[in-house]
């Protein structure tokens, strides 16, 4: 009897040992340490700080406020401007466009954009990664000189020849884009220490439906 309870707590030591240290919670030989990882990091086989950020971005309302307003963005200004072939040159209608999308950005200065650079298939994806790069800077470099600060311009990326709206291998005007986007939200912003997101998102509507006080003239004579 004896015998047989030694055997029983070697096998369960042995069982907690393999299960601390090298075989991994599932089974394929992924290290997991519970002594040094969070709890329940497991379940997301080492990316257990993005579903954190995800959730509390959700439960605080940041996640949906974003979503929602650059849904709006999108309705309610063009997002995206065109290129001439091989150039990063802003035309007169991307001009215009771009004024737009300053009016816009300016009525959120607790809001983050970026702006996403593209091209057509034609050419190498080495020189149209750096073409992509150069029509997101003119992008931003335009809206800078339109009064918006350059910080809240959070990135510019160039996706290059990867994302193309028409697949060809031909020229095409609609490839050769950038595409402005909401990315984030100013951090420590005093707007939005309370939380109130969905007053930021109807800020003209909100404006517009408070009662403002008047101002008693007297009789007129």
Known sequence: MAGQTKAALAAAGFVALSACTGSGPFGD??????WTQEAGAFIDEGQFGNPTMNNTLVQTGKKSFIINLNNRFAAEVPTTVNFAFDSALLDGEARAILRRQADWIRQFPEVRFRVYGHTDLVGTEAYNRRLGMRRARAVVNYLVGQGIDRSRLEAVVSLGETQPLIVTQNRERRNRRTVTEVSGL?????ALLNGKYGELLFREYVASATERPTTDTGDLE
């Open 29 to 34: 030989g992924t290290p997991f340490d519970s």
């Open 186 to 190: 100013v951090r420590k912003h005093p």
